[in-house]
């Protein structure tokens, strides 16, 4: 397996390296688009991780103020009846212990402070001695066990904070108990029952986004108020979470998976002289949505960048590139041999100066070209008119010869004319040889230009293989239209 992966590795090495070598133009997009946006893409990459981070303490800051403020709101309306039953307990009404006065005294407080449910006053053994409900004067806390814990509390001089439960009617309740003391011993003790269904008033108006929303547990994780009231009348328990030690703990910011299966974000704070705790709760995708939304916009903004530096990278080096391939292409044409093609660069760069350094060296060999086929035409001339001289001279010795006999023959009775027509004949044919050799001479002298013309091609291949002798040399005619066209006899003229 591994053998198999670092093979493939190879391929692929070899593969990307075989790419890279085949052209400079794509080595130079490479480089510019990797200059362009290998930066780019490590900016974004920090800005999202910086704008994450610096949008999670927000969002823990802000969530912790709320349930900081709806812990000081909580602790203050706890605080209010704490006020007014202490403040009452040092009243001479309640420190005389007269059932009257204290009848007075527990009516009053409930008439003004609408949050009291129900307040009495236990005396030192246990029993009612005033009350604001119906139906339980001279009542003791025998027959009234709700009562027993507050007394103790109170008798031992502390305040009595109840857990909170719920009546009937589902309204949740809280019992306070404050001890009334007559020369620095308790005496009685005042208890109140409280209404907490302010609090929920309080909890679910407090705004956490769209979807968040405010709760309140005791110190054992069950609900005091929450937004869901079938979880408040359940009593819904939390403590068996995994977030609420960590809840417990305070920590910054939690995540968790809520027991619906949506991930939240939980903020937590204490109610001190409670332990309750305030938890400010939110869907992680509404929490991080501005995140998400910029995330996004900066992904967005960072492709459309790469694409616009690849683009410019591609637009750039083609520009770069098409002098040079405009310098390749002119380097072709001087290697076919056409040294009169110019390389015209419309720039004015170093490309520009070498390109008008390979048009002045064209033209330079193409004058050197000319030069070299003049001498070569007159080396060919010279050894040309040697041969021509040599070649001449038999001729001329032929007709010499011929003109010679022909005197002596002239006078000549027994030669026949025919004999003498014949060295007439020799010498005649001498003179064209010898006109043939000029006519060709001056060909070569003076090479006629070129004169195309449309000719039939079966009939140019048919001549060209059925001729009794060889062409001659195009450079002797001005045309193709000067060939000797002769045919052997049978020979099909028509090429299919």
Known sequence: MRLNLNRRLRIIRRNLKRFLSRKISTRLIISYIGLGVLPLV??????????????????????????????????????????????????????????FSQRSLVNKIKEENTIFRKVLVLNDSGQVNATTMFGEESANITRMPELKAPFRKGMSGDVYFSEVSFIPSRTPILTLAEPIKRFDQAAGVLVAEIDLRSIWALLDSIPVGSEGFVFLLNKDGKVIAHRDKDKLIARKDYSGYDFYPDLL??????????????????????????????VVQQPYREAFALASQMQQRVLYLAALTILVAALLGVLGVKRLTRPLEQLVKGAREYGSGNLAHKIDLPTKDELAELAQEFNSMAGSLLKNQKKLQRMERLAALS??????SHEIRNPLNAMNINMQILKKAIHRPDITPERKIKYLDVISSEITRINDMVTNFLTIARPPELQLARVNIHEVIAEVCCSRRPLRTPSMFASFSHWPRRPQPGCSTTIS
Not at 53 to 80: D, G, M, P, W
Not at 263 to 268: A, G, H, S
Not at 383 to 388: H, M, T
Request: charged share 25%; no cysteine.
């Open 42 to 99: 490590l900016v974004s990459l920090i800005l999202i991780s910086l704008t994450r981070e610096t949008l999670e303490v927000y969002i823990y800051e802000k969530h912790h103020e709320i349930a900081l403020r709806a812990s000081n709101q909580i602790q203050l309306f706890i605080r209010e009846p704490l006020t007014i039953m202490k403040t009452a307990a040092l009243t001479r009404e309640a420190t005389d212990m007269n059932s």
């Open 249 to 278: 703990a305070r920590r910054q910011l939690i995540t968790r998976q809520d027991p619906e299966g949506e991930r939240m974000i939980l903020v937590y704070e204490t109610v001190p002289e409670l332990s309750w705790g305030v």
């Open 383 to 388: 050894r040309f008119a040697s041969l021509v």
